[in-house]
């Protein structure tokens, strides 16, 4: 039986105990994985002497898919953040995030299903800024926005809301009061949406659009935005949802994607065995239907789903939500990983 190749990146702290976790998850769905594992972030600067060395670069062109943990970026200096740099010289432009609803998860909301589709490459993170004198009394950030990026990323979002049998689409912006970059995004917008008929459009000026999934997440569906205004509406998704341990997402390319959790590399947790496995779980997932392994990844959801609202095998964050059988002792990462791997096991 064939078998998919991917480059696994375990990543710092927290990292290679939540990809652990997930690879196990996805082994125990009978589909075939080949992981050749590369190292970056401040393991790599340990051993090779740079955060990102060429063989991650090279392996992610060879395999153009990646499940990767999360990598620490040091604060105000330091080495360039990996993550940016990855996204810059692989061009992955389309970053994903869906957030679902999970019984047991105690949140505002149980039935948000939204998916935040950002354009992750330009605009305000496109790196253009300066201090306007010496006194650092102001300073200027460039938004760069371009029309083939804005065609690109709208696309996608139409296309994945094909794919994945959306109805609609919502693109963010604020037109009103940025006549050119806002302008821009929102006519590209509207001419993209002409091509799918099938699919509903609707436009939400930015500040409305936060207000609105705050009182009334369930009237959106797939959600397309600019890269700041992206990177705040996924968190605020991922908040309505249950928050940072169980957030999957995606990095999308023309030729290579990449899965990995929204959270980071929680240091002080590392090496505990304690951290919830969810979030790389479902970047798991995300990653088998991406794969077209659609049967596979729907198991994955449905043990995490079932282990979440079983509430036996949980790790301390859902217990500590409130929601959860308070006399329950918290379960470790790796025991929920083997939880959800034994119900992803009986299903497959
Ligand atoms: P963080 O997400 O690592 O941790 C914040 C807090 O969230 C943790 O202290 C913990 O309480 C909780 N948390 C995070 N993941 C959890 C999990 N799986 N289960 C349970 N609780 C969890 O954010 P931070 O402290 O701001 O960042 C730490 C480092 O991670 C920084 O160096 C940052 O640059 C990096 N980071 C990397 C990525 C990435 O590689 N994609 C993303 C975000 C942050």
Same mark, same amino acid.
């Given at each position: 039986?064939?078998?998919?190749?991917?480059?696994?990146?375990? =990543?710092?702290?927290?990292?290679?105990?939540? $990809?652990?976790?997930?690879?196990?998850?996805?082994?125990?769905?009978?589909?075939?994985?080949d992981?050749?594992?590369?190292?970056?972030?401040?393991?790599?600067?340990?051993?090779?002497? *740079?955060? &990102?060395?060429?063989?991650?670069?090279?392996?992610?062109?060879?395999?153009? /898919?990646?499940?990767?943990?999360?990598?620490?970026?040091? /604060?105000? =200096? =330091?080495?360039? %953040?990996?993550?940016?740099?990855?996204?810059?010289?692989?061009?992955?432009?389309?970053?994903v995030?869906?957030?679902? @609803? /999970?019984?047991?998860?105690? *949140?505002?909301?149980?039935?948000?299903?939204?998916?935040?589709?950002?354009e992750?490459? +330009?605009?305000?993170?496109?790196?253009?800024?300066?201090?306007?004198?010496?006194?650092?009394? #102001?300073?200027?950030?460039?938004?760069?926005? *371009?029309?083939k990026?804005?065609?690109?990323?709208?696309?996608?979002?139409?296309?994945?809301?094909?794919?994945?049998?959306r109805?609609?689409?919502?693109?963010?912006?604020?037109?009103?009061?940025?006549?050119? $970059?806002?302008?821009l995004?929102? +006519?590209? @917008?509207?001419?993209?949406?002409?091509?799918?008929? $099938?699919?509903e459009?609707?436009?939400?000026?930015?500040?409305?659009?936060?207000?609105? &999934?705050?009182?009334?997440?369930q009237?959106?569906?797939v959600?397309?935005?600019?890269?700041?205004?992206?990177?705040?509406?996924?968190?605020?998704? #991922?908040?309505?949802?249950?928050?940072?341990?169980?957030?999957?997402?995606?990095?999308?390319?023309?030729?290579?994607?990449?899965?990995?959790?929204?959270?980071? @590399?929680?240091?002080?947790?590392?090496?505990?065995?304690?951290?919830?496995? !969810?979030?790389t779980?479902?970047?798991?997932e995300?990653?088998?239907?991406?794969?077209?392994?659609?049967?596979?990844?729907?198991?994955?959801?449905?043990?995490?789903?079932?282990?979440?609202?079983?509430?036996?095998?949980?790790?301390?964050?859902?217990?500590?939500? =409130?929601?959860?059988?308070?006399?329950?002792?918290? %379960?470790?990462?790796?025991?929920?990983?083997?939880?959800i791997?034994?119900? !992803?096991?009986e299903?497959?």
């Amino acid at each position: 039986m064939s078998s998919y190749r991917v480059t696994l990146i375990p =990543g710092d702290g927290i990292g290679p105990e939540v $990809t652990d976790a997930a690879v196990k998850v996805l082994e125990a769905t009978g589909v075939n994985f080949d992981w050749e594992v590369v190292e970056a972030g401040e393991r790599a600067l340990k051993k090779e002497g *740079t955060p &990102l060395p060429q063989a991650v670069l090279d392996s992610m062109k060879k395999n153009r /898919i990646a499940l990767k943990g999360p990598l620490t970026t040091p /604060i105000g =200096g =330091g080495y360039r %953040s990996v993550n940016v740099a990855l996204r810059q010289m692989l061009n992955l432009y389309a970053s994903v995030r869906p957030s679902r @609803s /999970i019984a047991g998860v105690g *949140t505002l909301y149980s039935d948000i299903d939204l998916v935040v589709v950002r354009e992750a490459t +330009e605009e305000l993170y496109s790196g253009i800024e300066h201090w306007i004198d010496r006194d650092h009394s #102001a300073a200027e950030t460039i938004s760069v926005v *371009t029309r083939k990026a804005s065609e690109k990323i709208v696309n996608y979002a139409f296309d994945y809301a094909v794919r994945e049998k959306r109805k609609k689409v919502t693109a963010v912006h604020k037109a009103n009061i940025m006549k050119t $970059t806002g302008a821009l995004f929102q +006519e590209v @917008s509207q001419q993209v949406a002409k091509h799918y008929p $099938t699919i509903e459009f609707e436009e939400r000026l930015i500040d409305n659009m936060a207000m609105q &999934l705050v009182k009334k997440p369930q009237a959106y569906d797939v959600i397309v935005t600019t890269n700041l205004f992206g990177d705040i509406l996924s968190d605020l998704c #991922a908040g309505l949802a249950g928050g940072l341990g169980i957030t999957p997402g995606a990095i999308i390319g023309d030729e290579i994607a990449l899965f990995e959790p929204v959270h980071g @590399s929680a240091p002080k947790y590392a090496g505990q065995d304690k951290v919830n496995p !969810v979030a790389t779980i479902l970047s798991g997932e995300m990653m088998l239907k991406h794969l077209g392994e659609r049967e596979a990844a729907e198991n994955v959801w449905n043990a995490v789903f079932d282990t979440i609202k079983e509430k036996k095998v949980i790790t301390y964050d859902l217990i500590e939500g =409130g929601h959860a059988n308070n006399a329950l002792s918290p %379960s470790r990462c790796s025991q929920m990983a083997d939880e959800i791997a034994r119900k !992803v096991r009986e299903s497959a």
